[in-house]
């Protein structure tokens, strides 16, 4: 295969989904033919029958779909204050210099840090409700985006900035005109990753006194050894989170159409 030739949308997405249907098939078939335990790991099949009974019975007296809502809801109530703090600030971070002095050794320290720890502290300072969950996701996402679109607009061409201030554009306008654009797919990027790190800390989020939501329903099911349930929430953790990944994507072809066609 030539290195730098390009795959198409439908040849790439066809290439997926044989990949995906090979990896449920060999899952399947290590089922039938008793290759691991149905305790630890349950078949495609009974994962499916679980699905059905949760469809049309809930979890814990809750429908499916409401424990879906409830961490979608959560993600997008942490996720839309991060982007529009997060983008605005990093920005000016990486444009100033002084700025991202002073604010740095604190992303660097926070960032890093595992969100499990810092349960105790938010339960103190914001509760058990709400307000608790959506912090510790917001958080995460806050610093992915901040670090994200800090380097991106570091890496503004200094020629066009040059250039700018030689006309005497302002600093406003030379981050308006010229390093928000410039750095649009970097900041796509950081938000694509973004929702990947605060979709992975709503299981953490959902520790904090939670009766509702998928990280709930995996950790409760797991108290019980009902393998099948978990399985069930794991996979609607991932395709919930692709199909998150999706939309941004989509929107970023919208918005950044001259990305990669340089």
Known sequence: MHPKKKLSRAGGAAISLASVTVF??????????????????????????????????????????????????????????????????????????????????FVQFFRPLPKLALIPLVILWLGIGETSKIFLIFISAFLTILVGCAAAAGGTDQGRLRLGRALGATDRQLLRYIVFPGALPEIFTSVRLAVGVGWTTLIAAEMVAAD?????????ASSYMRTDIVMLGIILLGLTGYILDTIIVAVQRIVVPWDGKS
């Open 212 to 220: 509702t939501g998928i990280g709930w329903m995996v950790l409760n």
């Open 24 to 105: 449920v098939f060999l899952w399947f078939l290590g089922g039938r033919l008793n290759l691991f335990s149905p305790l630890l790991l349950p078949p495609p099949g009974e994962i499916c029958l679980t699905a059905a009974e949760m469809l049309t019975e809930g979890y814990r007296q809750l429908p499916l779909w409401y424990h879906v809502a409830v961490s979608v809801g959560r993600v997008f109530g942490a996720f839309i204050p991060a982007v529009l703090i997060g983008v605005p600030v990093g920005l000016a971070m990486g444009m100033f210099p002084v700025l991202q002095a002073l604010v740095d050794p």
